[in-house]
């Protein structure tokens, strides 16, 4: 894939899509003004409503022989006036004072039955919950009926020569402990989280639509597949263009929309108050950055299977009421964020954004949702590159999905960086839906032993039998040379040390203790195991299943990128995420970056595995011997630890065996042929 | 300079291209004619690296499709009726964009694509939006698209077809011009007339296969018509009759 082509194609497409009025009004201006206005209406709608119960006096109907002194207390105390006075209730008191409601005669009825014994009179209070009117007025009087109730008591201990305070045993006072800012946080943490994916999925739908089923419409499409690029140059600079607009519209409209809920909230609800903090809008852009991710990959897929513009309207609404029902979780008040609802795609988005607005949302919560949804998007972005590959969807063939996904498209040998990165993903959410099962029935050993075998090497084989990619070669299954072997040593015996000297000084850091903590009582529970099966477990296994999955199968496809950057930075952010929370990818990824490195200078995988057994086998023996980590916090061993890391490291330099490679990209030739 | 090798190109039960074969020089103008549903673009598809043959080879300044789409490309100016301008792209950006896609300089970019717009007379709507322009215009905008990297192949399907005189007139002695300067035109035309003013050769193509080719005399003759009009409906209509 060529960047500057790519460049050039995202450059044209956004420019093409600004100059369309549709999509830039659906995607900025709709946006920017239905949501204040909705809100300050509704708003205004709701404080007038509330202005007008406060200031209107409630009528009451009052039948049978309620006591004077019981209506005074109401006329007076829930500013009431009694307009309805019958000595004798009706013969069916429930439907006249049912239609006296609806046809607002009166809020609502205090009924006494006649011959009601003297000493406590019953009072039933008809009122309809449905009838916003009726309802409000029902409190106030309830109220003042409850407060008299209570004077009454009063009055009659003390006139018995008793302390009124005795027949109160419980005084309870409820008290809400909600300040005005956590009401109104919670308040938009139910609308925020629906608006947001409504919003993204909206701001790209018409930009998808048109640069693919719209292209292939007017036939744009196929002049450009005249010319000398990919398809996947075609559809990265596409998924590009959408994506640049979907955020850019994300982040205009977010400021619209917490300005918008800023004073919805405080009309819908007195004496609550919203207010987006930077760190809040940053920490929640971030969030709905992956489903953006996803959302626009899933657009184009579906959208340039559509034949026209209008076809690519049916296609892609099940998909907006997809994320709309996603979105809809925010309001539903037992959704929460857990190992499960985490797990799912947009949901879990849904459920973030509401925890990060009431200020639940931990960063391992956040990582977790990251990492799945950033699988899902990339298996979105890497299936809507294979539809843009199919040339009877390009063409607007018939019946296009036969050819998209048919055994008939694989063709060549060996991995690529799309099959790669792919994989990775499969990888990640297999682990997550995976590791839940495991851990909930199987506990730490199962969970390891399953995670290991079944989700990083038996995968890993499959993809290479799937993808007829060679064992041997792809996954650098030779004998290091005697100076990688050298080298291999130095680097498992400093490593580990150096690894766990810079550990310790991430542990300075907000949060980090906390999740050390939690990671040393997983791995104190691997305590219970004896010395040789926790090293078959924490150590042996995840050396040989994680090497052949990260500086294998993942390492073997990013090569073929042509960069040997890309190949070792991009295995190690992929095998850094895999281990969640923000500290450890952080650790995991500098590792990975040693051993991705290793294993392309020493082009075998066996001293990657030789150092990923020495290190958590070190963390093992450590955990159960702490006396050992002592002599670490000594400068002089730290030094030594680094100087022989620096050695190995050094050595490993070109130690590979000297065999020639096969060509890994067809060179493309710059130059345009003249006549 | 393009050349089918017995390309056959198969939608399930339908044929849509049958072992079509031919070749057109430097300096040569084809012109391939046929009926509607002819597969006259399913064969210029596959020409231009596209469509995947299902069986056959193409190849255009001796690149073919298998692993060497991009050099063919490269090669070829490629215009069809699908081939579409963007309607909100003026026809000056249009020409930078596709320049650019075809990895031109962007220093030698600005002069080639002010060449074009003289050449094609394009000066009085290139910064136009091309969903303004007149259906002539749009295609003296395309065909100008399709020259912007100097190829040395141009397949041009119907490109006269509903202009008026004077455009078509215009556009036929653009194409003299490329041939005068040794590119190889294949030229897909209804308009018989245009066929015998400007090819040396024509292919006759009915039901996905090749009927026959040669110069118009050739064909007059083995058909027995005086004209090539004639000639196309004697053959076609035999084969309808058949």
Sequence with gaps: MRPRIVFHIFRKDLVETLRDRRTVVMAFVVPALVYPLLFTLLGSVATDKRGELERTRARVAAWGPVPESTLRAVEQQARADVVDRREQPPAEPEAEARRLVTSKKVHLVLLTPAGAPGASIPIRVLADSTNVDSDAMERRVSRALADHDAELLRQRMTALGQDAAAARPLDVREEDLADAARRGASFAAALLPYLLLVLVATSGFYAALDLTAGEKERGTLQTLLTAPVRSVEIVAGKYLAVLALTLAATVCNLGSIALALARGTAAMDAGARFSLGLSSAAAIFLTVLPAALLIVALLMAIGVLARSYREGQSYLMPLLLLVMLAGFASFLPGAELTVGTALVPLLNVTLLVHDILVGKAGPTQVMIVWAVSLAWAVLGILLAARVFQTEQVLLSGEKPWRDIFSPGRRSGRGLTPGNALAFAAVLLVLTFYGSALFERRSGVAGLILGSQLGFFLLPSLLWCRLFRAPLAETLQLRWPTPRGWAATVLLAAGGWSVGAVVWEQLLRFPGARAYSDWLGELLGKQGQLGLGAALLLVAFLPAVAEEVAFRGVVLAGLRRSGSRWIAVVGSALVFGLFHINPYHVLAASVIGLLLGWVALESGSIAPGMLIHLVNNGAQVLLDRMPGLARPLHSPVVAALALATTALGAWLVRGSRRQTPEPAEVAPVPASVPRT | ?242
């Design chain 2, 1 to 242: 300079m393009i050349e089918a090798r017995g390309v056959s190109k198969r939608y399930g039960e339908v044929v849509a291209a049958s072992e079509v074969s031919f070749t057109v020089g430097r300096g040569e103008v084809v012109g391939l004619l046929g009926p509607n549903g002819a597969g006259k673009t399913t064969v210029l598809r596959m020409l231009a690296g596209v469509l995947t043959p299902t069986a056959g080879e193409v190849r255009i300044a001796g690149h073919g499709t298998e692993g060497e789409a991009f050099e063919l490309k490269r090669a070829l100016g490629f215009l069809t009726g699908d081939t579409a301008l963007y309607q909100r792209l003026t026809p000056r950006e249009v020409l930078r964009y596709f320049g650019r896609l075809h990895e031109i300089p962007e220093a030698a970019l600005g002069a080639r694509v002010e060449a074009l717009v003289a050449r094609f007379r394009l000066s009085e709507f290139a910064d136009r939006p091309c969903g303004k322009l007149s259906a002539g215009q749009k295609q003296r905008a395309n065909i100008a698209r399709a020259f912007v990297h100097d190829p040395p192949a141009l397949i041009l399907d119907e490109p006269t077809t509903a202009l008026d005189v004077v455009t078509g007139r215009f556009l036929l002695e653009a194409f003299r011009e490329a041939r005068a300067a040794g590119k190889a035109i294949l030229f897909s035309t209804h308009v018989l007339g245009d066929a015998e003013a400007l090819c040396d050769r024509v292919i006759l193509l009915h039901r996905g296969r090749v009927l026959d080719q040669g110069t118009v005399a050739e064909i007059c003759a083995r058909a027995g018509a005086r004209t090539l009009t004639d000639a196309f409906l004697a053959r076609v209509g035999d084969e309808v009759a058949a």
